[in-house]
């Protein structure tokens, strides 16, 4: 009896695949390991039989994003079947990524229980038959293509023929619409003051109507070379007219020719500024068969352009030198066309839109009812307006604006926008302001000396017969006090007027500033209250009115006195700057606010100190200014809150 024939092994079973011409590949786990693959199935990875017992994705990256790994973890987990036709695969062959198509299987191999024991993967490398699949699609649409083409063509031939017996007729009153064209043509030419040239390519020969040759001095029956032509261009413009030429004559620029020249008559010497358009003709060859076109007059519009040119330039400048913002403003949307300066004046960043809405929300509430009114009223009665009214600007500070314009309409007289200019004129309301407030001031500073003058005077009247031995010094020095306050009130405003008249004169002469320093405030020495230092250079001299500087210093020591009473030293310092002396006073004083610098030198202003307002007409520094200035000096104040005050100012040496 024979026996039954054995069961083949696993291993057996695996060395059997891999002898097999179909791709073949066996894995097990839920990580896809490569349990098997044979030879053609490792020549598809481009690997060898070290992958084998690695997962799949580690075994061939280039499968990273494709969607073969997730499929196959699929089959594991729910024992389906996936097949898949003509599917394309990135491989790594040979160090190179290819694209190929494969047919492939896979097959889920279960347990009794019904779960997945490995997975059985075959495929087969379809790409040749994909890719001539790729090819017959593309003849048969190709020749689908070459049918139709080949209808339409028959479609199209049809109507020619039909088309070709009406255009025979219509050909005749074309020849007769091409007659009255050129006579029109000829028309617009003469009544628009043209003059039109050709070139013959092919002789380089140029012609023109009698117009253009009488401007290149030409004979009326003349024809020349385009080289003759272009000697009558000035040199300046004749190498940019000559480029052009040759640009207009390429193929590749579409023949355009537009060009602005001045052409010298050779006969009267006459420049004539001339503008050139023509256009350049080929043939199916791509070479130039003709070049014509025509010549303009354009002197007298260059002319004016050019003067128009200077005549914005002039107005720009006079609007920056003015810092006069010009505007534009759309009645029906709102929307601005503006100058940097006229946002500027509106503390408006220059690289921002600024709109009309936007320049109303800058205006103070109670000024835009005005405005609004005042525009209305401009618009309604077609003439034009000006306004004052305070702004606040985005970083929170006041200013005032002058703003003034003008309707503008359209054909239909219809108020289509605005035009116009402003001026910021805070400076003015300012100094307006203050001279109010210097009215006021001066007022009482005059009114209280002169009613202690007057008080002291009258008690003197009424003790003339019998005068009082202890009153009597008392009443005269309080007199005198008051008649010295009302000369120092009255000094400081001629002086201020010879200066604004032009009147201030300077007696010039060289002496030390040192020596100056030690005598001039010998009252603030007398009185004890404070010491004055002296540091730097004693030798130090100048060549300046003494008497003017004088005047300077005692106001600098005055104000360290007035202002700073608790500093016990006032220091006197003398330097060489450069070809300047730098005299300074300095104290320890409570300082002065950053913010107020700029202004002390200001005519009229009045700072106060750590919240305490002083007397005075605020006119004193603003002397000391001029009186330096007028020596062609500069003057100057550092200080901080606290941190006590230096003021100082240079003479030439």
């Known amino acids: 009896m024979s026996q039954p024939p054995s069961r083949l092994s696993s291993g057996e079973l695996l060395d059997i695949l891999a002898l097999s011409e179909n791709a073949t590949a066996i894995y097990t786990t839920q990580d896809i390991i490569i349990q098997s693959a044979n030879t053609a199935m490792l020549n598809f990875w481009g690997k060898g039989k070290d992958i084998i017992g690695k997962p799949l ?13 997730e499929m196959l973890k699929r089959v594991w987990d729910t024992g389906i079947t996936i097949e898949g036709i003509d599917t394309p695969a990135k491989l790594e062959i040979d160090g190179e990524l290819r694209t190929s198509y494969f047919d492939f299987l896979y097959r889920a191999i279960l347990n009794p229980d019904g779960s997945t024991r490995c997975i059985l993967h075959t495929a087969t490398d379809v790409t040749d038959r994909f890719m001539s699949q790729q090819r017959v699609a593309e003849m ?12 339409d063509a028959n479609q199209q031939l049809t109507a020619s023929n039909r088309n070709l017996a009406e255009s025979q007729d219509t050909l005749m009153v074309l020849n007769n619409n091409l007659t009255e064209s050129e006579t029109q043509l000829q028309f617009a030419i003469d009544a628009a003051s043209l003059g039109t040239w050709d070139l013959d390519p092919k002789t380089n020969k140029f012609s023109g109507n009698d117009r253009l040759k009488s401007w290149f001095g030409l004979k009326p029956e003349e024809q020349i070379e385009l080289s003759k032509a272009t000697d009558v261009i000035a040199e300046y413009d004749r190498l940019n007219v000559l480029t052009a030429i040759q640009k207009a004559l390429q193929f590749s620029s579409g023949g355009v020719y537009d060009v602005e020249y001045t052409i010298i008559n050779p006969l009267t010497q006459q420049p004539r500024i001339v503008k050139a358009k023509g256009k350049a003709l080929f043939n199916i060859d791509n070479e130039v068969i003709r070049f014509s076109g025509t010549l303009q007059d354009i002197t007298e519009e ?7 040119t200077q005549t914005n330039q002039r ?15 759309d009645l029906q949307s709102g929307a601005m066309i503006c100058t940097g300066q006229f946002k500027a004046n509106f503390g408006w960043p220059a690289d921002k839109p600024f709109n009309f809405p936007d320049l109303i929300e800058l205006v103070v509430p109670e000024y835009r009812k005005n405005l609004d009114k005042q525009i209305k009223n401009a618009v309604l009665h077609n003439a034009s307006y000006t306004a004052e009214y305070e702004i606040t600007w985005p970083d929170g500070s006041r200013h005032w604006i002058n703003m003034a314009g003008k309707p503008q309409y359209n054909d239909q007289d219809k108020d289509t926008r605005i035009i116009g200019i402003t001026y ?11 001279k109010d407030d210097f009215i006021s001031i001066a007022s009482h500073e005059l009114k209280t000396p002169i009613t202690t ?122 330097a060489k700057d450069g070809n300047m002396a730098k005299i300074s006073v300095k104290d320890n004083g409570p300082g002065i606010d950053p913010e107020k610098l700029p202004h002390l030198f200001d005519r009229y202003y009045r700072a106060d100190y750590s919240g305490i307002q002083y007397s005075g007409l605020g006119l004193g520094l603003y002397i000391c200014s001029e009186i330096v200035r007028k020596h062609h000096g500069q003057i100057g104040a550092e200080s901080g809150v606290g941190k006590g005050s230096t003021f100082w100012f240079t003479l030439p040496l």
Not at 459 to 482: H, V
């Open 57 to 69: 994705m580690e075994a061939v990256p280039a499968l990273k994003g494709q969607q073969f790994v």
């Open 140 to 151: 048969n649409k190709q020749v689908a293509d070459i049918n139709k083409e080949l209808f």
């Open 453 to 574: 003058l007057k008080s002291s005077l009258q008690l003197l009247n009424r003790m003339k017969d019998d005068p009082s031995p202890k009153m009597l010094p008392k009443l005269i020095e309080q007199s005198n006090r008051s008649m010295d306050k009302i000369s120092s009130l009255i000094e400081d405003l001629l002086n201020v007027s010879r200066m604004n008249e032009g009147q201030l004169h300077l007696n010039k002469s060289t002496f030390t500033i040192s020596e100056l320093l030690n005598h001039c405030c010998n009252h603030i020495r007398v009185a004890g209250k404070h010491d004055l230092i002296f540091q730097g250079d004693a030798e130090l001299q100048v060549f300046a009115d003494e008497h003017r500087i004088d005047q300077v210093i005692i106001n600098l020591v005055n104000n360290a006195v007035k202002y700073a009473p608790n500093s016990r030293e006032i220091c006197l310092i003398v």
């Open 424 to 434: 910021d004129i805070t400076e003015g309301k300012t100094n307006e302001q203050r």
């Open 302 to 308: 260059r002319h004016a352009r050019e003067e128009l």
């Open 315 to 329: 107005l720009a400048f006079a609007l920056d030198a003015g810092k006069l913002g010009s505007y534009e403003h």
